[in-house]
């Protein structure tokens, strides 16, 4: 199988995540899709395979030279975000494209344009695998998950491309932030690890966001409008002031490179209650502080308004990687001098975003980030040049060669 045929077979399975369900995997469809690699890992001859209940698969490729090599892992998730149904999708080849416009679905008349999308124009002459409009595409993170198999497979193929134990892991739930949590490091048994799981080709990062997850409850006091009259307190109304009253300026719409932002998730409600949610996220640790006690005086002031109508909680959800990378620079080192090597222009930038490698850089494996090769992940507009996959293969075999020199 290629990267593609891997890419599309697991791209039709739906893997969606839910935030809600607070069981792991989130979903069962991941454990289905689990199952089913594991089935094609054993027929690899891979070593050491195991699932365990929570959808976390590992194997290991061994070693081929006698020579003392570090143990390296590569890691990819096996959910797809839940901002969009990854139902029935329907990955479609858009071969040699031409620098236009794509008609993704003609029915509801969704088009994949470089009017909207210029980086479009970077793939012209190339091959793109598209959506038909209904879905997000999930080459986040299944091409990872395709092009690490397909390096594996070349490795075996190719015995004398010299390479120490070779570690890969599959995990459930990253999109809702969960994916690193009953990851287990120690079983794993890496020095360090990649994350197959960034965007377009030549990416490469290791700072991520620090992030945390706000709720916001407000109780209103419901009463008939027509007797309401310096009786009833409108929890919507209470909700669209608090929200009125956040910077605009540090939106995700409004911000960029190393800016943060104050991300409104949800509303809901009715007069009697409303709950808000909110993400926070900042490179820097102090202003991502910053950020969050800004929100706690906001709920302050809000109560000063309306008195004891409103809660909130903040959680911390993962914390920039950098601290944990930068003493061991050598792993991105290796990782860019791989691209190089296969004719990559590395970009190396800032992730505004996470990875399930934040999470794991702080329980003990450094986990730099290496691209997937797609783009708009999490909608409809998502598409991957195959070209971008057959590189990141390269990238991971390279890795694996230069580790063991
Ligand atoms: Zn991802």
Redesign the pocket.
């Known amino acids: 199988m290629t990267v593609v045929e891997r890419f599309i077979k697991y791209a039709k399975f739906d893997t969606e995540s839910n935030p809600e369900t607070g069981i792991t995997p989130s979903t069962p469809g991941q454990m289905v899709l689990a199952r089913e690699i594991e089935k094609e890992l054993r027929e690899m001859g891979l070593e050491d395979i195991t699932l365990d209940d929570n959808a976390y698969l590992m194997a290991t490729l061994p070693a081929n030279t006698d020579k003392k090599v570090p143990v390296i892992g590569f890691i990819a ?1 096996l959910d797809t975000s839940p901002d969009l149904t990854g139902k029935d999708v329907n990955p479609r080849i858009v071969n040699n494209y031409d620098g236009g416009d794509v008609v993704l679905n003609k029915d509801t008349n969704v088009i994949l344009s470089p009017k909207d999308f210029p980086e479009m124009l970077d793939y012209k002459g190339q091959d793109l695998i598209v959506t038909d409009g209904n879905t997000l595409l999930g080459a ?2 299944k091409a990872g998950i395709a092009e690490i198999i397909t390096a594996i497979k070349y490795l075996q193929e190719h015995p004398e491309i010299k390479h120490g134990k070779i570690r890969i892991a599959f995990n459930p739930d ?2 809702i932030g969960l994916g690193a949590h009953k990851f287990d490091v120690e079983k794993f048994g890496c020095e360090w690890a990649y994350t197959m ?1 960034g965007g377009p080709i030549g990416e490469l990062e290791y700072e991520n966001f620090n992030a945390a997850g706000v709720k916001i409850n407000i109780q209103g006091r419901s009463v008939h409008p027509g007797y309401a009259k310096d009786k009833m307190t409108n929890a919507l109304v209470v909700a669209n002031k608090l929200i009125s009253l956040l910077p605009e300026s540090d939106r995700p719409e409004h911000t960029t490179g190393y800016e943060g932002f104050f991300h409104l998730t949800n509303v809901s409600g009715t007069v009697d209650s409303a709950t808000i949610g909110y993400i926070i996220r900042d490179h820097d640790r102090d202003l991502f502080k910053a950020r969050k006690q800004l929100m706690h005086d906001t709920v302050d002031f809000i109560n000063k308004l309306y008195p004891e109508s409103t809660t909130i909680e903040i959680k911390d959800q993962y914390y920039n990687m950098r601290e944990k990378v930068e003493p061991v620079k050598h792993i991105v080192d290796v990782a860019f001098e791989a691209m190089v090597a296969v004719g990559v222009t590395p970009i190396v930038k800032p992730i505004r975003g996470g ?1 399930d490698g934040a999470q794991l850089s702080f329980k003990g494996l450094p986990c730099p980030n290496i691209f997937g090769g797609g783009h708009n ?1 999490h909608g409809r507009y998502e598409f991957i040049p195959v070209q971008s996959m057959e590189k990141a293969v390269e990238v991971i075999v390279k890795i694996a060669e230069l580790v063991a020199r």
Do not use: C, P, Q
């Open positions: 998730h986040d993170d990253e999109e799981d990875t992940f």
